[in-house]
């Protein structure tokens, strides 16, 4: 059997369930084949066994893992674990405490706990525990988390890691984890700082399958793409890129091109306040505007190049949002998430924690009381759907935002910032009459939605190399440089006399603009 402890690989670790074997498998069968999909690490857990069943299984469980040097952990039962001669145990919050365990159980076996809370984590620490169990990361049928806080989401697992940082306890998420949610997941679940997690377990994705091999390999296949990243900190930053302003802005100007070349389709949920304005501005850019919530379309519609934005303004049909965000992840397709007035009440923050806890960002984008909130700080107030104040150092906020969500953060206001963890864009252009008319930051998400779509469908380089393909913090930039200059150029017309006769004429400068009026007019410090 494999070393206990930290030699043990527990990226892809299976928790049995044989309730759930389907029809024409047996337990064994099903097994044998999940390990040779990818299996690395067996947690046999019986709750309704009496003692001898429960014995027998461990035993043939064990056999047929040594065949494929997998260690085999017991749930709750120590005196399973010492007669089966398994390599540890798993205990529950409520089980016997893990000194004890230790002491009954062999040299070097494994201890494994379950944890839901900070508090939690801090006492596996403590009491040495081998790894933890973090979870229920999502809803599950395999276990009850209908109490208040047994569902941590993403968020919660994330906090739980950071207090593990250092500390040598391996971590693995649990609760509801699949292949469709596995990159998600991965995603979300990391610290600030690039703590990661060390596995996933998992129960009915394999063992419910006809397929469990397929289902296996699946998982262990995204686990082993993810895992093959860098996680540092470093992994955020653009100075490999040798971003420069000069080269922003250059790379901005070319994606404008590149946009109304490959003409984006730009799939929006929005708020119904501005739909109308939103679809404008995105025909104005050279994108093909679509705005469909309706769940069932989502699978189909994510199949489509280009960009999504969800824009929470009026809260409209949230199962499609929750869709349409979760079927843009698995299509590889940029997601813009707008999270207006997320501050003003309850219901809109808990929205905005279950979509984050379902799908990735790739794009935060809001003013300072929306991305104080998402970031829990305090410094500025929500006032319904606008900021009262500014932050002190806006820089170290989008930056602390971008690595806890592991995406780009847009900051807007009157100076717009940008960051993907390091480095930090701050763009300096823009008029007072955006902040006049009824969803200028909406039609902001518009434009970054735009961009991202377009630098998704892109091919190799562009610009003369200033460009590559996906780069989505010159994308954020590039949305928010198109609309600040056609607002300050549109300021700047004859037949402008105020927010009523400045949208129209906003629209006109974002269809006429180009790569020159870019290149001339944008203001762009970079700090890294």
Not at 453 to 468: E, K, R, Y
Request: aromatic residues 4%; proline residues 4%.
């Amino acid at each position: 059997m494999p070393k206990a402890g930290k030699d043990i690989d527990y990226s892809l670790y299976l928790v049995t369930g044989r309730d759930l074997l389907p029809a024409g498998k047996t337990y064994l069968q099903s097994l044998e084949e999940a390990i040779q999909g990818g299996v690395t690490t067996v947690q046999v857990r019986e709750k309704d066994a009496d003692t001898g069943e429960f014995l027998e299984i461990a035993q043939q469980t064990i056999a047929l893992c040594a065949k494929h040097n997998i260690p085999v952990l017991i749930n709750d039962r120590v005196d399973i674990a010492l007669a089966a001669k398994a390599a540890g145990v798993h205990l529950g919050q409520t089980d016997m405490p893990i000194a004890v365990a230790r002491a009954l159980l062999p040299p070097h076996s494994i201890i494994g706990i379950s944890c839901t809370t900070s508090e939690h984590a801090r006492a596996a620490i403590q009491s040495s525990a081998d790894y933890v169990g973090l979870g229920a990361v999502y809803d599950t049928s395999t276990k009850d988390v209908s109490a208040p806080g047994k569902v941590r989401g993403v968020q919660g697992i994330r906090e739980m890691l950071g207090v593990l940082e250092g500390s040598g306890v391996r971590a693995v998420a649990i609760g509801g984890v699949k292949s469709t949610n596995l990159l998600r997941t991965l995603h979300g679940c990391s610290s600030p700082t690039g703590h990661a997690l060390d596995g996933v377990a998992v129960v009915s994705d394999i063992v419910a399958s006809l397929e469990p091999r397929a289902a296996a390999e699946r998982l262990s296949s995204t686990f082993g793409a993810w895992h093959a990243v860098p996680r540092a900190p470093s992994s955020f930053s653009s100075a490999s890129a040798g971003y420069t302003s000069a080269r922003v802005v250059e790379a901005a100007a070319a994606l404008l091109s590149t946009l109304r070349r490959v003409k984006p389709l730009v799939h929006q949920i929005t708020n119904n306040v501005v739909k109308t304005q939103s679809a404008n501005v995105t025909l104005a850019l050279g994108g093909s505007p679509i705005m469909a919530e309706t769940p069932v379309e989502q699978a189909e519609l994510a199949r489509a190049p280009g960009g999504l934005l969800i824009n929470f303004g009026t809260i409209g049909d949230l199962a499609g949002m929750l869709e349409a965000g979760h079927h843009a992840n698995l299509n590889g397709k940029p997601v813009v998430f707008d999270p207006v007035g997320v501050g003003a009440t309850a219901h809109r923050r808990q929205v905005s924690r279950q979509l984050l806890n379902t799908w990735q960002a790739t794009v935060i984008k809001g003013n300072a009381a929306e991305i104080g909130t998402l970031a829990a700080l305090d410094e500025v107030k929500a006032q319904g759907v606008d900021s009262v104040g500014g932050f002190r150092d806006p820089a170290a906020v989008v930056r602390l935002l971008a690595r806890q969500e592991r995406c780009i953060v847009l900051l807007s206001g009157p100076v717009d910032y940008v960051s993907d963890g390091t480095t930090v864009l701050k763009l300096g252009n823009g008029h007072e009459l955006l902040g006049q008319i009824t969803g200028a930051g909406c039609i902001l998400g518009t434009a970054v939605a735009a961009f991202c779509g377009a630098s998704s469908m892109a091919s190799g380089d562009l610009g003369a190399g200033t460009l590559v393909k996906g780069d989505m913090l010159i994308a954020a930039a590039a949305g928010t440089l198109a609309l600040t200059i056609a607002a300050e150029l549109a300021a700047g017309r004859s037949e402008v006399r105020g927010p009523g006769t400045f949208l129209p004429v906003l629209i006109d400068e974002l269809a006429a603009l180009t790569e020159e009026k870019i290149l001339s007019r944008a203001k762009i410090e970079v700090e890294a």
